[in-house]
């Protein structure tokens, strides 16, 4: 079953350096989507979109601007209309391979979205040199999604040359808006993943080099991103200031509250705002004020801790000015835990891709990731999850010169999911 996995290089290749020229960020990626659907149907997959796969009541962080933009712009490129019709306005897809044979269910979650990074103009990075950097100002593949999105569509190439000889079910799901941890909640609050017994997921370069693949440890932070929205009442600011209530001055005092917020004993809790916009002109006292800020902590409990004290702290603040507020959610995501014997097969298959000396083990501990809303529930339905990392040699992700030269990176991530996919669904005792 591996002597063929040379043959899909290419393909990824293409289909990655498509996806790369045009990035689409969270809950934007109507181009993405129609090319990975229409692909997935050619191979004759059950293909799920819309509301299918996402759960509007669980969607955070999306524009509705930016969303209908996003749907011209796709339009623009030669997206047919029914294609983007057929999304209901949300982005990401999954395919699923019934085999008739008994067997688990197994999925594998491949994110396809951008970031908001301008990519480098260096005459020697690779997209550059061979002319497929983004088109899009401003917008960039500088996380490696787009070689996930790739990886996921040789994957579901290889499934279905190999179909005879596979058990059981297999679903791939292709998530939009991880980054800001926004996606995977509504993905999997369609119950997408509630009959699925193992999950597996993948990130490219990161922390282990070309060559090494890293199975993940227990990590990353637990986080809540959200956004404050202050109203107060207008006023001239010396005629007559009593009359006004300024959130300007509500959002800077929950500011210094949150700063004071004691840490935990049990672990990192960490408050950040990022974005304060407010006021209206410099003579009328503030009206409106906006925080983007975000939680994180070393446990879910942590995490949530962090929040509750953000919340008391805007709560106190506004009380004092008399100013109304609001908290919306915009990202979510929980600490890394994944099933052992799992991540031990995962390791298994990382010796027979590179060899021993090639694999590690590695908690990240300063990010977060999405994907872990989805191992929660799995894993709390009794399935097991799990997640490595394959390297490259690049430069650090989220950069504008990011890139992990694919030809010689994606086949090493593939090679790995489809000697798991080989082990879980290859044999009708495992």
Known sequence: MFEDLK???E????????FHKYPETGWTEFRTTA?????????GYEVLLGKAIINPDFVMGRSKTEVEAAQCKAVELGISKEAIGACQGYTGCAAILETGRPGPVTALRFDIDALYVTETENVDHIPNKEGFRSEFQGKMHACGHDCHAATGLAMAHWLKVHEAELNGTVKLLFQPAEEGTRGALAMTESGILDDVN?????????TPRLGQVFISEPGYNATI???VHLEGRAAHSVANPQDGRNALMAAAHALVLCGSMPKHGDGLTSISCGKLTAG????VIPVKAKMEMEVRGASNELCQYAFSEAERSVKFACAAFDVTYRIEKVGQAYTMNPSPELADLLEVCACETVGEKGVGRYSEKGGSEDFT???DRVQKLGGKAAHFYYGADSTCNHRSDFDPDDVRSMPI???VLVRVLTRLNGEKDC
């Open 7 to 9: 043959n899909y290089t």
């Open 11 to 18: 393909e990824m290749v293409s289909f990655r350096r498509s």
């Open 373 to 375: 809303v989805m191992m």
């Open 198 to 206: 193992y999950l597996v997921g993948a990130h490219i370069a990161c």
């Open 225 to 227: 991103k959200f956004d």
């Open 35 to 43: 090319i990975i659907a229409e692909r997935l149907n050619e191979l």
């Open 280 to 283: 209206e002109m410099r003579n």
């Open 413 to 415: 991530g593939f090679e």
